[in-house]
Nanobody, 116 residues
Framework: QVQLVESGGGLVQAGGSLRLSCAAS????????LAWYRQAPGKPREWLAR???????NYADSVKGRFTISRDNAENTVNLQMDSLKPEDTAVYLC??????????WGQGTQVTVSS
């Protein structure tokens, strides 16, 4: 069982930046995908970005060019650098890990609030 813990959320003004981190409780190996999602009140969970075990990245159109996902293998973390934040980015941000396309783990989430 892998535990995921997000950090780095908070309150920021529109146009500002935040850096989220997600720490895994153990080293991750093999074929896996690390991803970030968000969920705003009353809205479905939205996929934002992912990074594969071989380093490929993909982004949702809503965050492309503003958000950057990265991985620190030594620290067993995945990060999300968020720039040019907008009020509509306000949500709980969640980290997700899928190992071998079968085992799925979620973090508890971290709140991001962007004021106008």
């Amino acid at each position: 069982q892998v535990q995921l813990v997000e950090s780095g959320g908070g309150l920021v003004q529109a146009g500002g930046s935040l850096r989220l981190s997600c720490a895994a409780s153990q080293s991750i190996s093999g074929i896996f995908i690390l991803a970030w999602y968000r969920q705003a009140p009353g809205k479905p969970r939205e996929w934002l970005a992912r990074i594969t075990s071989d380093g490929r990245t993909n982004y949702a159109d809503s965050v492309k060019g503003r958000f950057t996902i990265s991985r620190d293998n030594a620290e067993n973390t995945v990060n999300l650098q968020m720039d040019s934040l907008k009020p509509e980015d306000t949500a709980v941000y969640l980290c997700n890990l899928v190992i071998s396309g079968v085992h799925t783990f979620w973090g508890q989430g971290t709140q991001v609030t962007v004021s106008s």
